[in-house]
């Protein structure tokens, strides 16, 4: 019985030595061999690398490389984009890539994802970056996830072969879903989530309480360009215009079906 509590002793001192010795700041050799640690530490308080550090760690292995080259950007989608392209039609100028804008007034993602409009254009214009902005007309939906989860997914499908982001809808109230199915089935690093800087009292509209004044379809696609360069799964580079540029932002419009 003596015999088991010392060695019941035995183990609580050894393991003490080497809980006090993964906190030390000092490494032990015997014989000029070195004793290496367990995690103790690690286990007890976590991981003491600064989070900073951290944080650097995985920006560097998750942000793919940018692209530098000259771009053929599709730009399409509801009429939010009445404004807004003229900011696109800006930063495409100041570096270099091309636009083609088309709009379509009215449209939802089912209009979208029940026919082959966005196909159509890809394989008309063959864009290098497609943006898609789309959602303004589905935020109050009853039931949406029932009623667009199939578009939304059909409209990722025909866009999953190329470099793509979805601007999300500027909201101007707290929508019924339609965020989060694009953010589903998008996911984080293509979709723009546009409520974060649109729902808020300083974004002027106009009387309709819905489109963007000119100031702020401005202020929102200089964000969605910072997004692009530095979270979007696709980065390009989009500099910000050191001034408004005159020409034409090559646009066709559909009308509502």
Same mark, same amino acid.
């Given at each position: 019985?003596?015999?088991?509590?010392?060695?019941?002793?035995?183990?609580?001192?050894?393991?003490?030595?080497?809980?006090?010795?993964?906190?030390?700041?000092?490494?032990?050799?015997?014989?000029?061999?070195?004793?290496?640690?367990?995690?103790?530490?690690?286990?007890?308080?976590?991981?003491?690398?600064?989070? !900073?550090?951290?944080?650097?760690?995985?920006?560097?292995?998750?942000?793919?490389?940018?692209?530098?080259? !000259?771009?053929?950007?599709?730009?399409?989608?509801?009429?939010?984009?009445?404004?807004?392209?003229?900011?696109?039609?800006?930063?495409?100028?100041?570096?270099?890539?091309?636009?083609?804008?088309?709009?379509?007034? !009215?449209?939802? !993602?089912?209009?979208?994802?029940?026919?082959?409009?966005?196909?159509?254009?890809?394989?008309?214009?063959?864009?290098?970056?497609?943006?898609?902005?789309?959602?303004?007309?589905?935020?109050?939906?009853?039931?949406?996830?029932?009623?667009?989860?199939?578009?939304?997914?059909?409209?990722?499908?025909?866009?999953?072969?190329?470099?793509?982001?979805?601007?999300?809808?500027?909201?101007?109230?707290?929508?019924?879903?339609?965020?989060?199915?694009?953010?589903?089935?998008?996911?984080?690093?293509?979709?723009?989530?546009?409520?974060?800087?649109?729902?808020?009292?300083?974004?002027?509209?106009?009387?309709?309480?819905?489109?963007?004044?000119?100031?702020?379809?401005?202020?929102?696609?200089?964000?969605?360009?910072?997004w692009i360069m530095d979270e979007s799964n696709f980065p390009i580079i989009l500099n910000k215009p050191i001034k408004k540029y005159k020409g034409s932002t090559n646009t066709t419009i559909l009308q509502p079906m």
């Amino acid at each position: 019985m003596k015999k088991t509590w010392q060695f019941i002793l035995m183990i609580f001192i050894t393991g003490g030595v080497l809980t006090l010795y993964s906190f030390v700041d000092y490494q032990a050799h015997i014989g000029g061999i070195e004793i290496k640690k367990a995690s103790i530490e690690e286990f007890i308080i976590g991981d003491t690398t600064p989070v !900073s550090a951290r944080l650097v760690v995985l920006h560097k292995q998750e942000q793919p490389e940018m692209d530098s080259s !000259s771009q053929r950007i599709l730009l399409i989608g509801d009429s939010m984009l009445e404004q807004l392209r003229w900011r696109v039609r800006d930063y495409c100028v100041e570096n270099g890539h091309d636009i083609k804008t088309v709009m379509w007034y !009215s449209s939802q !993602s089912m209009w979208f994802g029940k026919g082959d409009t966005l196909r159509y254009y890809i394989n008309d214009y063959k864009p290098t970056y497609v943006i898609l902005v789309l959602g303004a007309n589905e935020l109050f939906v009853s039931d949406i996830k029932k009623k667009r989860a199939d578009y939304v997914k059909r409209i990722v499908k025909q866009m999953d072969t190329m470099p793509f982001i979805w601007v999300g809808p500027p909201n101007w109230k707290d929508d019924t879903g339609i965020n989060n199915l694009i953010l589903r089935y998008c996911g984080k690093s293509k979709y723009y989530p546009s409520y974060k800087i649109t729902q808020n009292s300083g974004f002027a509209r106009y009387g309709d309480g819905a489109h963007p004044k000119p100031q702020a379809a401005f202020r929102w696609m200089d964000s969605v360009a910072v997004w692009i360069m530095d979270e979007s799964n696709f980065p390009i580079i989009l500099n910000k215009p050191i001034k408004k540029y005159k020409g034409s932002t090559n646009t066709t419009i559909l009308q509502p079906m």
